[in-house]
């Protein structure tokens, strides 16, 4: 994945369990400074070592703490640099998902290795939303979830997102709001 | 084109009757022409900037002219064609930005059509701005930590070089006591060879303490007056260490006590380099020679400078290895020249840059088949010496009973009393009179008493300094020899060029043969 994920994750153990917490962290995963360069892509394997120690130092259900920052994701991507980006990919929840893959490409002609995921709305009335999930990658969809919960968020909604199937190709989600 | 496909493919769209009455916008033309509705007249909203906008629109109606429509009031403008229809006309147009940047700007992927290359060229841009701006926030990040880890090392080094210096001065006591004990035990083999045991492990401790001085940054390069043939001596074991086990190394020390002021691990360095040249010209084996001789400045001598004394000392690093050819010989001082495949060309370059920062040269004598010689020609340190106040030399020598009958008066001054005590008896056994104090005021009280021939102190002295003492001394009595001994090798420039300094622990021996050479 990017680096900016990790230093999305950095940024979200800082915030809430303070810097000793995250050396701990930094420390058990084996990962330094140069781990954490925004434009950067690095091995899954890299990724998914800082995820797990997180879980494990912070104590949490790893599926939880997947939610947890996929929430966090988008606020730290709206404190970003890539504010302007989020903010032209959408102004309401529905536009936002429906544009996600066209900017996730030009991520991928950007960073030549990077995997982008793709999301489709499939269906939208009034409150609710029925989103595909499609990923090379598995064991990611509580971090969707968390996407979605930090979206409604974004755009002053209250609301919920549930999982309704998922398979080793697509999971589907349905986002209820008010 | 049915309305449907029309607001996918110009989500702007406009479509006007005849007349220019708005009769329906596409989804995103509000947003991009603020207040535009069906059933307002076109021209209310927008200007083609022709003096009649409508015979204009009309002109163009159908052909491939592109039209640019600006908003009257708030908005952005819109660029497209106008094509004709049943009931007037469509404007096919779609937003046209000024410029590739979103900052600021309400712009979303929805105001634009399916596959407007202005979406992918947007984004480009936005995202590279986005990623400098990530890779300044980036630089900075590691400049911060680089600085923390900077703080974080030299704190380590600080604490890691007082550990080293208090431990060596434990060393330095019980080598003195070992010294003591000696003296007491002549006769006895087995107990001097306990001692001896106890003294080379304290020795070997020291070593340590120096590694960790020198990871701690505590200086190794003061330059010292070094007994060149004794520094070559004491490192036989490390020197052939260095040229390899395939190479023999024989030593022909000729300059017993001649001293050269100089970095002793720079000249170490200079020595070892010159042995992995010659070990590198002898791939199977043999015999390096590690020379020393003395030899008077002479008139072929132009291009050494010249010593106080006029005197130099030759250090030979002799190979019996393939040797240079002219050309080679010729550029073998080069910076950056090398013959070998790996090299880089900068150990030759460094070592004449050495020998000539220290008043030298360096020379190679080579022939191709023959072998070569490098040697290093560096002047003799001596002190400037007055003959009429040099009473002590002799006073040193009366000191052990070889004629003037007056004793060599020292001040010794040491905070750690286990070591005073030791230096005291030892020097006295010598035949020094010591005057022993623990502290720089105790020592500046008996200075301002009496007089002493040397002023013999530890430099670091509790919450007070052995070299601010010594200057205090020797400007009270320019004819006092200061003496400084301490773990840590001294700053050149906080040294007077006339002190001498001993280093801890100390070898008792070397000190009053120290002393009595002053």
Known sequence: ?178 | MNEHQRNIIFPANICVDADFKILSIGPVAPRLIHGLKSGGYLFDYVACGHPNDEDYLSSVSGSDKLVRFEPKGAGSAVVGWVVPSESGYILAVRISPDKFFLDGSSLQISDFAPGDPYVHGLLMFTMQRAMIEEQKALTIELSVSRQKTENLLSRFSRIAGFMAHDFNNFLSIIRLNCDRLANDLAEDERLLRLIDIIRSTAARGSAITRSLMTLSNQREDTSLPVPIDQLIGENVAFLSAAAGARVTVAVDLRAPGARVLASPTGLLNCVVNLLINARDAMPSGGTISIKTFPKAHSATDHDIGVADNGHFIVLQIVDSGTGMSEEVLARAFEPLFSTKATGNGLGLASVRDFALALGGDARILSEQSSGTTVELVLPVWSRTEDPTTNRFSDVGQDATGMGDPAPVKILVVDDEPYALEALVELLGAAGFEVTACTSAKAAEAELAVRTFNVLLTDIVLKNESGTDLAKLAASRDPDLNVLLMSGYVPIDDQLDPKWSFVRKPINTQALIETIRSL
């Not at chain 1, 915030?15 to 058990?28: F, K, M, N």
């Not at chain 1, 400074?33 to 879980?55: C, G, H, K, M, N």
């Not at chain 1, 730290?76 to 890539?82: D, G, K, Q, R, T």
């Open chain 1, 1 to 178: 994945m990017y680096g900016m994920i990790h230093r999305a994750l950095r940024q979200m153990v800082l915030d809430e369990r303070g810097e000793e917490v995250w050396s701990s962290i930094q420390r058990t995963a084996n990962v330094g400074l140069s781990d954490f360069i925004s434009s950067a892509t690095y091995p899954d394997e890299v990724t998914q070592r800082l995820l797990s120690t997180s879980s494990e130092v912070l104590g949490q259900d790893s599926g939880k703490m997947l939610e947890q920052f996929g929430q966090f994701w988008i606020r730290y991507a709206e404190a970003s640099s890539f504010a302007s980006i989020l903010a032209f990919t959408g102004q309401d929840l529905v536009s936002f998902i429906s544009n996600l893959d066209r900017m996730h490409r030009t991520i991928e002609d950007v960073m030549i290795n990077a995997r982008m995921p793709s999301f489709s709305v499939l269906a939208h009335d009034v409150g609710q939303i029925r989103v595909e999930y499609r990923s090379t990658r598995t064991g990611l969809a509580p971090f969707v979830s968390g996407l979605f919960l930090g979206l409604l968020e974004r755009f002053n909604l209250n609301g919920s997102v549930s999982l309704i199937s998922e398979d080793s190709k697509k999971s589907i989600f349905v986002i209820h709001y008010e």
